[in-house]
């Protein structure tokens, strides 16, 4: 009773701890909700959005926005496709694979590499390789790799070592242990966390063209700078149906993952 009633007092004081936390935190930023409801503020908006209508749908303006996206979609797949591979790699050493102080060195390379936010390293890449597309590649690549290294190697020490063991009493090498034990049990989560980083990737490299990585965001950003909304609506658009469609393709692989593995 006494250990319940302990657990008991920790779980409020945590609770009221976030509640103060929350608390001083409105009243540090200052937050006014009034603001947003007041007459001349949903004015402005009103405004604003009305000026986005309607989208410019010339055909030359949509070939230039088709474009773009095929290079946002191009930039997001390599940036997701390079960091499934390298961070798949550095995840068996980050898992402790292969030693206690290769672990440490491949998670110290995974934290350092997802640590720095994408634009930090658009930036560093623009200088690198100018600006253009490969530049936001670059970034999305290093980014991502750190944040999928991480997850995959969280996968595998987390992942059941019974079938590996039961391989290794029947005399399989380590390649196939691994291959035939333990990949099967983590594929459908690791391809979970690839489609997601996609999905993340696609808007973040829309993002990148702001600091001239190309794509969409740059052509937004450029539209947006002469206050071109019609322009914006377009691209905006644009943006809209390619998370759409990823998420379409996220959720097929999914269920048709799902299905083989029933």
Known sequence: MTAQ????????????????????????LAVDFGGLFE??????????????FPPDVSPAFLRQVGAASLQTLAVSLLGTLIPTIVGGVLALPAAGRFGAVPKWLARSLLNGLRSVPELVWAALMVLAAGLGPFAGTLALALHTTGVLGRLFAESLENASPLPETALRDLGAGAVARFVH?????????????VLYRWEMNIRMATILGFVGAGGLGQLLYFHLSLFQQAQAATVLVAMTLLVLGDDALSGWARRSLSAQAH
Request: hydrophobic share 55%; net charge positive.
């Open 181 to 193: 034990g333990t990949l099967p049990l983590i594929a459908p989560q690791c391809l979970g966390y």
């Open 39 to 52: 007459a001349e503020a949903r004015g402005r908006m009103a405004r604003f959005v009305v000026e986005f």
């Open 5 to 28: 009633r302990g657990h008991g007092l920790a779980g409020l004081a945590c609770v009221a701890a976030i509640a103060i936390a929350v608390v001083a935190s409105f009243r540090y």
